[in-house]
């Protein structure tokens, strides 16, 4: 083989990988070994915009086996946000620009669904009374691009309860108690169960 054949290639492949491993924030490398980080999609010619929500996280430990959740977290800002901002029955990404991603290193139950040590995507269908919760393996659409063929790698979804805040959230939370994920913004609390399938 060419010598500068040799070199390109021997240059050109840990180059290939860093960029690999950087552009798909984490998605290859098994999830044991890291939960990944809350990384903007540079992918999308849309992360080089200004974000007005800002990319946020929530790490927690279910167990002893560390979860992260990633989110872009709106504020109110004046508006009606459920029934008029995000329409009840439609499907929503749990936040804005990216969709909102689950990372974690153990086999979980989140609320009725099997959730495997991996990375997915969150998103709902936000009703009145309950949202509809959604788990994916599709995690490199944009936002609420939630199309066929993200739908067609969901691995489940269950229902739960809204509540109403004691007071008003103005930026969308996510937060954690007592083996639960919770979700709150505005007048609206969300509170989903998590088991640790290993223990």
């Keep these: ?14 180059i290939g990988l860093i960029l690999l491993f950087f552009l798909t924030r984490y998605t290859f490398v098994p999830v044991q070994l890291t939960v990944g980080s809350c ?12 974000r007005p929500s800002p990319l946020k996280s929530h790490k927690f430990n279910v167990d002893g086996d560390p979860i992260l959740v990633c989110y872009g977290s709106p504020g109110a800002k004046g508006r009606k946000v459920f029934g008029e901002l995000v329409p009840y029955g439609e499907l929503w ?3 804005a620009n990216e969709p909102t991603r689950f990372y974690t290193t153990a086999d979980l139950v989140v609320g009725e669904v099997v959730v495997p040590k991996g ?15 959604y788990f994916s393996e599709s995690l ?26 004691s007071s008003f ?26 088991v640790n399938f290993e223990e």
Excluded: C
């Design 39 to 50: 990384m903007k999609d540079y992918t999308s010619p849309l992360s080089y915009q200004s």
């Design 140 to 165: 490199l659409h944009w936002g609420n691009d939630i199309n066929g063929s993200v739908r067609s790698k969901e691995i489940g979804s269950f229902v739960v309860d809204t509540e109403i805040n």
């Design 93 to 95: 990404r749990i936040g």
């Design 169 to 194: 959230v103005e930026n969308l939370t996510v937060s954690s108690e007592d083996n639960e994920m919770i979700i709150e913004w505005e007048n609206t609390r969300v509170t989903i169960p998590i």
């Design 119 to 133: 990375r997915y995507s969150m998103y709902v269908v936000p009703r009145l009374d309950n949202w509809e919760v």
């Design 1 to 14: 083989m060419n010598p500068i054949i040799k070199k390109l290639l021997f240059a050109g492949i840990p």
